[in-house]
């Protein structure tokens, strides 16, 4: 099975404070994704990476920078910790070959900034 | 960007009675995914869609791609409490079909 972990499932942050939140996957997949998961905003994708290095912005990257160094790690970096950061992220990954684009999603890190 | 829209936001049955939780695009989509997402848990995926009219089916849940492939539906056949969760569809970000766009997702809750 596809393993995708999240090294917190919750934190809580003081505003400015910089914050590092990691994830890991076990299936060799190229690309790996961030995003947040707001009540009625659904999943917004913050960054996505489709290769060791490599990171494309998504469509809310204002405030997040990302880090891949490794093929199996994507890391999310909140440079100066806000409250309206205070949400769900969600980290995914997918091949990035085939005909087959399922999105296999981390437990999730419910981060509250106070 | 793209953007798929996904109707009702909410809805509450009695169990037993069919729900439906309908996607639409301006654009026209190369494939659509639907997940799944339990109370406190994660998206799970459960189908991708490619081809223009195709329908598919998993026990009681049929999925339906549009024949202009601007919109798909997911029909539940009397609904369990095990049903109970957000349903998202997602089509293809920017050009890529291994980024999505998801839906705002529709929350299903079953009355016992």
């Known amino acids: 099975d596809v393993k995708v972990t999240q090294s917190s499932r919750y934190l809580v942050k003081r505003t400015g404070e910089k914050v590092f939140l990691e994830c890991v996957q076990d299936?060799?997949?190229?690309?790996m994704f961030w995003y947040r998961q707001d009540p009625g905003l659904g999943l917004r994708l913050i960054y996505f990476?489709?290769?060791?290095?490599?990171?494309e912005k998504g469509d809310i990257p204002e405030g997040y920078s990302v880090s891949r160094e490794k093929k199996e790690r994507f890391s999310l970096i909140l440079e100066s910790a806000s409250t309206n950061q205070t949400s769900m992220y969600l980290c995914?990954?997918?091949?990035?070959?085939?005909?087959?684009?399922?999105?296999?999603f981390g437990p999730g890190t419910r981060l509250t900034v106070t | 960007g793209q953007q798929v829209m996904q109707i009702p936001q909410y809805q509450h049955v009695q169990e037993g009675e069919d729900f439906t939780t309908y996607c639409n695009s301006s654009t026209t989509l190369s494939n659509i995914q639907w997940y799944k997402q339990r109370p406190g848990g994660h998206p799970v995926f459960l189908i991708q869609?490619?081809?223009?009219?195709e329908v598919k089916k998993q026990k009681r849940l049929t999925f339906q791609f549009g024949e202009a492939k601007k919109n798909s539906s997911l029909h539940i056949t009397a609904t369990q409490t095990t049903d109970v969760g957000t349903y998202f569809c997602?089509?293809?970000?920017?050009?890529?079909?291994?980024?999505?766009?998801f839906g705002k997702g529709t929350l299903l809750t079953v009355n016992p």
């Open positions: 995914a990954s997918n091949t990035g070959t085939g005909v087959l684009y399922e999105q296999y």
């Open positions: 299936m060799d997949h190229e690309n």
């Open positions: 869609l490619v081809k223009s009219g």
């Open positions: 997602a089509g293809p970000h920017g050009g890529s079909n291994y980024k999505l766009t």
């Open positions: 990476s489709y290769d060791v290095k490599m990171k």
